[in-house]
């Protein structure tokens, strides 16, 4: 039974991982879809769906279907995005709506989101656009907070879902980015920015 349980946390981390890698795809950091896990935790699921009652006992099978049952929940969210993101025309009516909703601030003389962080060095808003650079994503959590922050905001302003995007989520992925694309072009520090394409909010990084 050792097995079983090895293979139960397994589908566990893949669904944490596939939830993770979702949101990065939707949030711009990776220009494709993660059908890698999704096929294999749907192989695993397959699996023990098939030959639960041979394999687990009553402990094992209830954490398996609490597992599935996550995991359907994340997936039927997950096609909802990719739908609207697909047809577009959720992006591009939030989009103005947003424009909108800046101008009116501006108006006001209410300051965007990311001017508080702007003044404190943290980032910076030009156009509509958020920017902000880091060498050291876990020292610098204010800056990471801010990001996430801007990020939120816009993807709310654009009508996109942000309930599945949380902030130990995203400081995880921002860590992980940086120190790949560190390495990868030997720099110190690394930039994000937060923007609008086509009604469509997009995080990049790039180097510095």
Do not use: C
């Amino acid at each position: 039974m050792g097995q079983v349980d090895d293979d139960l946390n397994q589908l566990e981390r893949d669904i944490r991982t596939l939830k993770i890698e979702y949101e990065q795809y939707f949030g711009g950091g990776r220009p494709r879809p993660p059908n890698d896990t999704q096929w294999r935790l749907e192989q695993m699921v397959k699996r023990y769906s098939e030959r639960a009652g041979a394999e687990m006992n009553y402990g094992q099978r209830f954490r398996f279907n609490n597992l599935v049952q996550t995991y359907a929940k994340y997936m039927d969210m997950f096609r909802k995005r990719m739908k609207a993101k697909e047809e577009g025309f959720v992006q591009r009516h939030y989009g103005s709506a947003a424009r909108q909703i800046e101008a009116d601030r501006a108006k006001r003389g209410v300051p965007a989101a990311g001017a508080a962080a702007s003044s404190a060095g943290a980032g910076s808003r030009s156009g509509g656009e958020f920017v902000m650079a880091t060498s050291d994503p876990d020292r610098e959590t204010d800056k990471i907070q801010d990001l996430y922050k801007a990020l939120v905001e816009a993807k709310k302003n654009a009508g996109e879902q942000t309930d599945a995007l949380t902030l130990d989520n995203f400081r995880e992925f921002v860590r992980l980015k940086t120190q790949q694309l560190k390495k990868q072009k030997g720099t110190d520090q690394v930039e994000y920015s937060v923007t609008v394409e086509n009604g469509q909010v997009k995080l990049k990084a790039k180097v510095k």
